[in-house]
């Protein structure tokens, strides 16, 4: 099974963060501490990168955050951290890291890269723990979907679903 199969709901950083870290009230896009972090800790675990070398990452930031002075000094100590030998090692990691920089428009968006960070060190951990029943679970409801879309499509094709009962 190839990896996009194992993680079909992840997406590059590069692409994600397009919309930024922040929603309009200034705290963290929710799915970037829902969904795209499950997936992006899930892609963690399949590309082999520690997880505590991300949460070293998100603890780095969370420190420039408090020492920047502006947002040019935030996004300085980021191409800092992104830069470092340790997080070029894991592609993924390097990869996220530089995709944030245009995005760091306030020195809070460093702290919110951090929780986007651990969010993902988080879930990767349950999925760790809950991974066989976590892929069974996401089987057993892509064929109730499939019953269901097949039964939608039946009924709106001017035909009744098929009930069931006696044979004849």
Known sequence: ?????????????RDYLKEGLSGPDG???????????????????LVGIPLDLVERAAQELEVSQRL??????????????AVRQTYQQHPLLAQLLGAALPFIKRQEELGLLARHLRRAVM???????????????????ERQSAVRKS?????????????PGPSR
């Open 151 to 163: 039964r939608k499509s039946e009924t709106h094709e001017g035909r009744s679903p098929r009930k």
């Open 1 to 13: 099974m190839n990896r996009r199969a194992l993680n079909p709901d992840f997406r590059s950083p």
């Open 123 to 141: 879930l990767a951990q349950f999925e760790r723990v809950l991974g066989p029943a976590t892929l069974l679970e996401r089987q057993r409801s």
């Open 68 to 81: 920047a002075k502006s947002t040019q000094e935030s996004r300085a100590k980021l191409q800092e951290i």
């Open 27 to 45: 705290s963290l896009r929710p799915e970037l501490g829902g969904a795209l972090a499950a997936a992006l800790g899930r892609e963690f675990l």
